[in-house]
């Protein structure tokens, strides 16, 4: 590491920062902007390297803290792992630690498992839940910040592991709700909240609420306050809009195809009830008139014992004729025990006739 001389102005304001670290002022929004705008006057990374080197724990944290911004911007999110792991462990009674980490997740590309997935929503809900009753002591801790950078970091997983997405929805959405909408309520002037809130709807097929939040982000979205990223936020509404619209555009051909095969599977029911039905009634004629016919001319022992044949012969046919329409009805038990008596009928009538 290159020898690095810091100007007076540098020097003090790292000591400024440093102070505020140790009050736990790194938990506030108002450090994470000091040291962001610190962190833009730099030419490079070589003043918050220098400070790793440091002996003063709290002022290594500007330099860890000023690193992980300075790599978020540059989306060199391999290097912000990297100093994630190195340094968490030290730094691990630190509320923010935590919260850097959370917004790793947020912009990381790497594929996780729905282990890994759960322990990043473990994680990230925990320090939200810190960072809430640190604001019992210190009211200026960035509770709207963690919560939603919890609640940022369900949607998106969400929308980024759709085969996870159930189990993640189950387990996590209550509290994604409830932590968005804290968020809101804290800072209700800021407009990425309200987009996240409609991703989060989005998930429970609640699809024009989501639109009308994603819409409402849009219009409060102010290009005089937030002049460096307006066009970008509004790029990323417009582009979750347009995902919820897709979701909601499948979501209903996925119930209209539901409800035609509903509706089809009924049609096919009916139908092969009449269909038996029919079949009943042609059998019951034709037993009548077989009877009528096999009685002429025949003593009554013999009529009886061909009457008791073609009655068992008719049960057979129309128990095989009923399994067939109805191949994969759970009735088979009784279809059997038709059958038996079918055949039992059969055998009856002809020891008669012998």
């Given at each position: 590491?290159?020898?690095?001389?810091?100007?007076?102005?540098?020097?003090?304001?790292?000591?400024?920062?440093?102070?505020?670290?140790?009050?736990?002022?790194?938990?506030?929004?108002?450090?994470?902007?000091?040291?962001?705008?610190?962190?833009?006057?730099?030419?490079?990374?070589?003043?918050?390297?220098?400070?790793?080197?440091?002996?003063?724990?709290?002022?290594?944290?500007?330099?860890?803290?000023?690193?992980?911004?300075?790599?978020?911007?540059?989306?060199?999110?391999?290097?912000?792992?990297?100093?994630?792991?190195?340094?968490?462990?030290?730094?691990?009674?630190?509320?923010?630690?935590?919260?850097?980490?959370?917004?790793?997740?947020?912009?990381?590309?790497?594929?996780?498992?729905?282990?890994?997935?759960?322990?990043?929503?473990?994680?990230?809900?925990?320090?939200?839940?810190?960072?809430?009753?640190?604001?019992?002591?210190?009211?200026?801790?960035?509770?709207?910040?963690?919560?939603?950078?919890?609640?940022?970091?369900?949607?998106?997983?969400?929308?980024?592991?759709?085969?996870?997405?159930?189990?993640?929805?189950?387990?996590?959405?209550?509290?994604?709700?409830?932590?968005?909408?804290?968020?809101?309520?804290?800072?209700?002037?800021?407009?990425?909240?309200?987009?996240?809130?409609?991703?989060?709807?989005?998930?429970?097929?609640?699809?024009?609420?989501?639109?009308?939040?994603?819409?409402?982000?849009?219009?409060?979205?102010?290009?005089?306050a937030n002049k460096n990223n307006y066009s970008l936020r509004i790029l990323q509404?417009?582009?979750?809009?347009?995902?919820i619209q897709a979701r909601y555009q499948i979501y209903e051909l996925n119930t209209?195809?539901?409800?035609?095969?509903?509706?089809?599977?009924?049609?096919?029911?009916?139908?092969?009830?009449?269909?038996?039905?029919?079949?009943?009634?042609?059998?019951?004629?034709?037993?009548?008139?077989?009877?009528?016919?096999?009685?002429?001319?025949?003593?009554?022992?013999?009529?009886?014992?061909?009457?008791?044949?073609?009655?068992?012969?008719?049960?057979?046919?129309?128990?095989?004729?009923?399994?067939?329409?109805?191949?994969?009805?759970?009735?088979?038990?009784?279809?059997?025990?038709?059958?038996?008596?079918?055949?039992?009928?059969?055998?009856?009538?002809?020891?008669?006739?012998?």
């Open positions: 590491m290159k020898r690095v001389t810091l100007t007076q102005e540098q020097q003090q304001k790292i000591n400024e920062l440093s102070k505020n670290v140790a009050n736990n002022g790194d938990c506030t929004r108002t450090f994470e902007v000091d040291l962001t705008e610190f962190v833009n006057s730099l030419p490079d990374n070589a003043v918050l390297l220098s400070l790793l080197t440091s002996t003063d724990k709290n002022r290594k944290y500007v330099g860890v803290y000023g690193l992980s911004i300075y790599y978020r911007h540059l989306m060199e999110y391999d290097d912000l792992e990297q100093l994630l792991d190195e340094y968490e462990p030290e730094f691990s009674t630190f509320q923010s630690i935590g919260h850097l980490r959370t917004l790793f997740y947020l912009d990381s590309e790497e594929e996780y498992s729905l282990e890994e997935v759960q322990g990043h929503l473990d994680k990230a809900s925990k320090v939200a839940k810190q960072y809430k009753n640190m604001a019992k002591q210190l009211p200026n801790i960035n509770v709207a910040g963690s919560q939603h950078a919890f609640a940022d970091l369900f949607a998106t997983y969400c929308e980024r592991y759709e085969s996870l997405q159930s189990e993640i929805v189950g387990k996590w959405y209550k509290q994604a709700l409830s932590a968005v909408e804290e968020a809101i309520r804290l800072s209700p002037e800021y407009a990425k909240y309200y987009c996240t809130k409609g991703r989060i709807l989005s998930q429970m097929h609640d699809y024009d609420t989501a639109l009308n939040y994603v819409q409402k982000a849009i219009r409060l979205e102010s290009p005089t509404y417009q582009s979750h809009k347009v995902n209209q195809q539901a409800k035609i095969n509903e509706d089809i599977s009924h049609m096919k029911g009916t139908l092969l009830s009449n269909i038996e039905i029919l079949g009943f009634f042609s059998g019951i004629i034709s037993f009548i008139i077989g009877s009528l016919t096999l009685a002429n001319g025949q003593t009554a022992k013999d009529a009886a014992a061909l009457i008791l044949i073609l009655l068992g012969a008719l049960l057979v046919v129309f128990d095989c004729f009923g399994f067939l329409l109805h191949a994969n009805s759970k009735n088979t038990l009784v279809r059997i025990i038709v059958l038996i008596l079918g055949v039992s009928i059969v055998v009856g009538g002809v020891c008669v006739v012998w």
